[in-house]
Every structure is written in structure tokens, then in C-alpha cells.
């Protein structure tokens, strides 16, 4: 696994931009390595999720492109593409595992996995999207983007509907705060809802904020949007 590891490393320091921070290489190690801990004790097959790991986001539209949905789909051909022309000696029996688990991981594509790989590696990049590195990446694609961070009159949309293509706050209701009910695996749920508990203490330090409080945290943001699990 390390030799292949640092053969698409290799592969991908030469071929694939760095100028998106939320999906660069060292998003791919980290999905991989959280791989590895959920698949601790299980029996799959390390190529198919060390692969999908690093070639998932081969192609990653940006959030507000029309066709965002078909970026697992379009990411999967493409890295059938690049085992047959770079990487000939990859099993070729393993395509249609790999292409599975790339095309599934996708949360706009809302293709079921069905694999035990497919459902690792979805819940390893999901993962991703929570805690701090979750926290972060959400403002570094904010930026990207020029999204606003909230919406200074309603931060929470007590009174208007959700809209995370302006606020880049209201994506943690309109997406991540949902993610640990979609996990997979039960290391995966596990991680999720102590991950999710972060970012709800993020929201309810803003909230403390934002009403002069720079010392303690809003019990009811606390209360509101604790995970269920």
C-alpha cells in the first residue's frame, strides 16, 4: 500500500492543482488515513479504498456549478483513465470497485453505496467536513466563492430559509450538521456526532458574540442543534 500510495502522490504532485484548499493532496492523505482507522478490523480491499481515497475529487466542480452533482460520476471516468494510461499494472478486475467507490461518495450525487469499501470512503470524506477541519474548509470555499460568512440580522435563519450559496454559515444547517445520520460505518457515526458537536459550539460562540459575549457559549445554539445521536 505505501508503494502504491506514493505512486499516485507521485502522480498527483505532477498532474493535479493545488489551488483548491479543500480538496488538494493532502485532503486525499487525510481521507485515506481516516480510511484506514475505519476499516481497522474489517475485511476490504486496501487498493480499491486507498485508490478511491486519492482520486475521488480528481475532478471537483465548484459548489455553484450547474453541473456539481455529476462531479463523483465525472471523477470516477477519469480515474479509470489515468489507472489504464498511467498506471497499467493496477488490477484491472478492481475498476469497477474503484469507479463505485468514487461515484458513491458524492453528497449531491446521492448514489447509495454498496460495498463495504464504497460506504468507508464515504464516510471517511465526510469525515472531512466536520470538526475543525471541517470548520475550516468551510470558509476557505467561502472565500473562494465571495460568500458572505453570515447573515448579520438573522445568523441562524429564525426567519428566513436557509440559503448556504450566500451565508456560509447556513451550510452547516443545510448540510454538515446533518452528515453524522447519513454515516455508513459505526466508527464513522461515532466520529460524526463528536465531530458535529464542534461545529455547534462554533455556532453558539458566534451566537455569544454577536449578543456582546466573548466569554461563554449560547446554551440555547447548544441545545438547538445538538446532534441527536
Known sequence: MQLWQQRFENWLAEHHSDDDAAHDISHFRRV???????????????????????????????????????????AAEKTLSI???????????????????????????????????????????????????????VFAVAGKLNV??????????????????????????????????????EKGRALANHNARYLVEFMAKISAELQGDYLDYDPTILARFAPQA
Open 83 to 137: 489507472l489504464r494510461e498511467d498506471f497499467p499494472d493496477f488490477p484491472e478486475q478492481l475498476y469497477s470497485a474503484v469507479a463505485h467507490a468514487i461515484e458513491a461518495h458524492s453528497h449531491s450525487a446521492n448514489i447509495p453505496p454498496e460495498t463495504l469499501e464504497a460506504k468507508i470512503v464515504q464516510d471517511a470524506d465526510r469525515l472531512e467536513s466536520l470538526g475543525a477541519i471541517g470548520l475550516a474548509r
Open 32 to 74: 485515506w488515513t481516516t480510511a484506514q482507522r475505519l476499516s481497522s478490523e474489517e475485511s476490504v480491499d486496501e487498493r480499491v479504498v486507498l485508490t478511491a481515497c486519492y482520486f475521488h475529487d480528481i475532478v471537483s466542480l465548484p459548489k455553484n456549478h450547474p453541473q456539481r452533482s455529476q462531479s463523483s460520476r465525472l
Open 148 to 185: 458572505s460568512l453570515f447573515n448579520a440580522e438573522d445568523p441562524f435563519a429564525d426567519t428566513r430559509p436557509l440559503n448556504d450559496k450566500r451565508y456560509a454559515l447556513d451550510h452547516f444547517q443545510n448540510k454538515l450538521l446533518g452528515l453524522p445520520a447519513t454515516m455508513q460505518t
